[in-house]
């Protein structure tokens, strides 16, 4: 009951923000901001969803190739939900949980900063952790060097392939220029 309540307010909020609706009001701010998810890491941009620049398949994120041991932050508020070891895969990652749905993965990293335990609330731009060349990476050792990361939303790797080209070179607390739905 209570949770349906909840629904329909949100849905009512939500047609009515996007209608413009309310005696007077100023526009509605947009439900998501273009921008509003920052990177973590800064470097040169090796492997996007889906392809590595080009190449293989079953890729769920984006690789940023960087500096050993340079900070890699949090892309948005939230609460560590998992910090992991994946000797084959993903090396030593940690999930952050946002807002409506949506997290980020954080992988290959060579440690993680003292704070960071399951519960621990970062701020968008926070330091989290180091990149490193952790678990499975090409080539291997410290030339593979690199951030692997992922904007998952109720578990699943997004697409979201327009916000970076291959070879481009971004810089951590920079704009992601995408709009991810709900996180503004
Ligand atoms: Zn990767």
């Not at 439900?31 to 990177?39: D, E, I, N, S, T």
């Not at 939900?81 to 992988?107: K, M, Q, V």
């Not at 070879?167 to 920079?174: A, I, L, M, T």
Request: proline share 4%; glycine share 18%; charged share 15%.
């Amino acid at each position: 009951m209570r949770r349906t309540f909840l629904r329909v307010l949100m849905i009512a909020a939500l047609v009515a923000g996007g209608l413009g609706l309310g005696a007077g009001a100023a526009p509605a701010p947009a439900l998501a901001a273009y921008g509003a998810v920052k990177w973590p890491a800064t470097g040169v941009i090796t492997g996007k969803v889906d392809d590595r620049c080009p190449g293989y398949d079953n890729h769920d994120g984006y690789d940023i190739a960087g500096n050993y041991r340079s900070v890699i932050s949090a892309a948005y508020a939230g609460s560590v939900s998992y910090i992991g070891w994946d000797a084959g895969g993903y090396g030593n990652f940690a999930i952050i949980t946002h807002t409506n749905g949506w997290s980020t993965l954080y992988g290959h990293l060579d440690g993680f900063v003292s704070r960071m335990r399951v519960g621990e609330y970062f701020n968008r731009g926070d330091g989290i952790g180091y990149m490193g060349y952790t678990g499975g990476v090409s080539p291997p050792g410290i030339g593979g060097t690199h951030l692997h990361f992922e904007m998952l939303r109720y578990d699943s790797p997004q697409v979201w392939n327009s916000a970076g080209t291959c070879g481009q070179s971004v810089s951590r607390g920079n704009s992601i220029p995408f709009d991810f739905a709900g996180l503004n």
